[in-house]
């Protein structure tokens, strides 16, 4: 049974990361193009690390056509990270699943379990950090790459704890501690840059920021539905 399970998410990752590409051609790709252009006042394509930086916003975008990190291409890049970001996001799901005793019957009422359970995964690890930190194309200011990581990664992981209280606990008392809880990071405050200048216009950054989130909930709500699907049809006590 484990091993079907584990066939059965990787089959809606590799899935869902495969169709994130053509979401994010059309999206994402292009605004991070004309950012480009801006950085160092000129067709600079020499930043190809900084795609890496920002693979918790959006898997894969920021790969550089002529400096990519695997010699494959923007495009390339773009999809081998999409797969393994996949596979990656729908192993976690299905462990958040199994640990937490969400189950996805036969049908419809599976299939809508493994959407909420998307965008509930969506919402800890895209929307509620971008409250404080959004996806920030090349050429933007950042802050310290390290100080960005250790919010984001505090900042998913109480935003999931918050987010169990309020829709798994009935205790009125855990519901309000799941609220503070998801409130806590940015009352603490996101690690901001010492120089906010940029030469890319605010109106691509903002532009970027809502596409990312934008495709990103797709790719979160197709993984979900995807693996409530493929999960579903897991015969109970089968063995592996």
Excluded at 45 to 70: N, P, Y
Excluded at 189 to 215: C, H, K, R, W
Aim: hydrophobic share 55%.
């Amino acid at each position: 049974m484990i091993v079907r399970l584990l066939l059965a998410a990787l089959a809606a990752g590799l899935i869902a990361g495969l169709a994130m590409t053509p979401a994010q051609y059309v999206k994402t790709v292009p605004l991070i193009m004309q950012a480009e252009s801006y950085e160092g006042g000129g067709h600079d394509h020499g930043t190809a690390a900084s795609g890496s930086e920002e693979a918790g916003h959006d898997q894969g975008a920021h790969a550089h056509e002529d400096q990519s990190m695997l010699g494959l291409g923007r495009l390339g890049d773009t999809i081998l990270a999409n797969l393994v970001a996949g596979a990656g996001f729908a192993l976690m799901l299905a462990a958040i699943a199994l640990l937490t005793g969400v189950e996805f019957p036969a049908g419809r009422e599976g299939l809508m379990r493994g959407l909420l359970l998307g965008a509930g995964a969506w919402f800890c690890v895209q929307l509620a950090p971008s409250f404080s930190l959004p996806p920030a194309v090349p050429g933007f200011p950042y802050a310290d790459l390290h100080a960005r990581q250790n919010w984001w990664m505090i900042t998913v992981v109480v935003s999931g704890a918050g987010l169990w209280l309020l829709a798994l606990r009935p205790e009125m008392l855990l519901k309000a501690l799941g609220v503070v809880l998801i409130v806590m990071p940015h009352l603490w405050g996101a690690p901001v840059p010492e120089d906010i200048f940029s030469a890319v216009p605010a109106y691509i950054a903002s532009a970027y920021a809502a596409a990312s989130l934008a495709t990103t909930l797709f790719f979160w709500l197709l993984l979900g539905g995807l693996l409530g699907l493929f999960m579903s049809r897991v015969p109970e006590g089968s063995e592996a």
